[in-house]
């Protein structure tokens, strides 16, 4: 028993047209969503913009300041009873006597810190501001350094050529 030729059509037309309305609502969903993440990526790489900023305009080093001594401590050396001169000048002698020593040689004075480094250095100083581990290894993954390097502040690098620049 064969179908009806129409029917046939009828049918083949109806699958035609569902199909087609599935496929363009999926297409739409699924663009839709393109857009939705687009626009937090965006979001997110204005924040980091700023962020990069922020970090561009906190000087490279801050300066150190000397500790406070309390009231106690300045009156401790205000009233330190008086030496005699032998021994005042025996102090002396013994302090030049060790300044003049020669300090011990570097064997390799090309090695540097790597949180001194000139291609570390911010890199660490974002994560002494708070900007988290995990984010600061993808930034450097991304452009193409060696993350775990972070995890090792102490760790001595050659010096590149920026580091021997900044030193003069």
Not at 55 to 63: F, G, R, Y
Not at 78 to 92: A, I, L
């Amino acid at each position: 028993m064969a179908l009806n030729s129409k029917r046939t059509q009828t049918f083949f037309n109806e699958f035609l047209i569902t199909t087609t309305q599935f496929l363009n609502q999926f297409m739409n969903d699924c663009e839709n969503k393109f857009f939705e993440f687009e626009r937090k990526l965006n979001r997110i790489e204005s924040n980091l913009v700023i962020i990069e900023a922020k970090l561009a305009s906190v000087p490279d080093e801050l300066p150190i300041s000397e500790p406070q001594k309390t009231p106690e401590q300045l009156l401790s050396v205000t009233q330190e009873p008086q030496k005699p001169q032998e021994e005042q000048t025996k102090q002396v002698q013994e302090e030049t006597s060790i300044q003049s020593q020669p300090e011990p040689k570097i064997e390799n004075t090309n090695m540097i810190k790597i949180s001194e480094s000139f291609l570390y250095k911010k890199y660490f100083k974002m994560v002494k501001f708070g900007v988290h581990t995990q984010a600061v290894k993808n930034k450097m993954n991304s452009e193409g350094l060696d993350a775990n390097l972070l995890d090792n502040p102490d760790l001595m690098i050659e010096k590149c050529p920026e580091d021997e620049e900044i030193e003069e």
